[in-house]
């Protein structure tokens, strides 16, 4: 079986004397897409960053069990392979580890459960990450915080870049309330669009923002990854930072 079509794994707690299995795999499902495929056969630094993959969904996939059996409430990330660490030298080295490693106050009483996955789109997070996240409490999990980093994927595809601005209405009608959602850096079009209908629903009160426009994340010299496209630790860590202040 291929890794990428290998079955979720299930994780089980009891309660109230039952066994309530959630299962949750931190893989898409999907082989990388055509352009990424032929990058990485004639770019090493695009092969090695890839191989990241499959371990640091594995990784998640561990640290995600042990923090349903922590007893602890959630910090929920949803997201793509920015919130999975892909590019970072671990995957704790990525935005969503770093902070738990040095976490602000909000998150110092919590445990992560990251249900992003490499090559997420908008209507994966409202297709999968959140009927999860939903389910997660359905069988008695406390959710202290939700965040969203999410749209590189669909800005990177005209077939999905033309439907983001709706599709981001939809998904925002459908996070917690509070949700922490980020915003995206570019000035195309639909990266407008899309930090349009964030800032509104920020202003109404509906989420908070962690804003990675310029200037609070001007400078990427040094930050990438061997791929040119994903952070490294360094730009992780500046990541993590616009994140904290927005806790």
Known sequence: MSPLTRPARPWARWFTGHVTTF???NLSGRPPGPVVSKLALVLPGVRSVMEQVEPYARWWEDANRRALGSGRPLWVALGDSMTQGIGASAPDRGWVGQLAGDPPSALRDVAVLNLSFNGA??????????PAL????AIGHDVALVTLLIGNNDLMSPRWSRRLPAATEQLLDAVPRGTVVATQPGLQRSAVAFNRVVDARARAGAIRVADFRVPHMRDWRGRLAEDRFHPNDRGYAGMAEVVRRAL
């Open 23 to 25: 299962e949750y795999s």
């Open 121 to 130: 789109r908008v209507l994966d997070v409202l297709d999968r990450q959140l």
């Open 134 to 137: 939903e389910q997660v409490r």
